[in-house]
């Protein structure tokens, strides 16, 4: 992906080995009321719609980027349990997108799990994501990623 004046804009990934089995990863990750468990940005965030996620759900989500907090709008653009998602912000001036993957190994008992994320700026959001976001998120996905191990592998969720 290229951004203004020819600098290439890669996406941030980063991979976690997680001792449970990918429908359990899946079903907690797409579940809206976690985000704040196990993202720091994520202040709140609540489904838009009722009934099973599938491609097309919107959840709003309450973010800290750097000293604001922002409110936006994701929808899941894959759906494909337990395996797969994808989502991207459909409003706000950060719009993130973001792949998901669960793989299972060990028989199946355990998963890795890999987040992919790239971010388009609108408005004052052309300066924030580089400035801003980018190193955010770089410094926080290991420590999400982290946090979502934590929660599985302890807590019983």
Known sequence: MK?????????????IDVDRAPADVYDYVMDAQHMP???????????????????????????HIGRRTMPMTMEV???????????RGVDGPVRARVHGEVEP???????H????????????????VPLVVRPQVRKELPRNEQL??????????
């Open 113 to 128: 799990v890999t987040i992919d994320i790239d971010f388009e700026g609108h408005g004052m959001g052309k300066v924030l």
């Open 37 to 63: 468990e196990w993202q720091l940005s994520a202040v709140s965030a609540e489904r838009l719609d009722e009934g099973p996620v599938h491609v097309g759900s919107r959840v709003r989500v309450t973010r």
């Open 77 to 87: 653009t894959e759906y494909e349990p337990p395996y797969t998602w994808g989502l």
């Open 148 to 157: 979502l191990k934590d929660r599985l592998e302890h807590t019983g969720e």
């Open 3 to 15: 951004a203004a004046k020819g600098v290439i804009m890669t996406s941030i990934r980063q991979s």
């Open 105 to 111: 190994f060990d028989e199946g008992r355990r998963s």
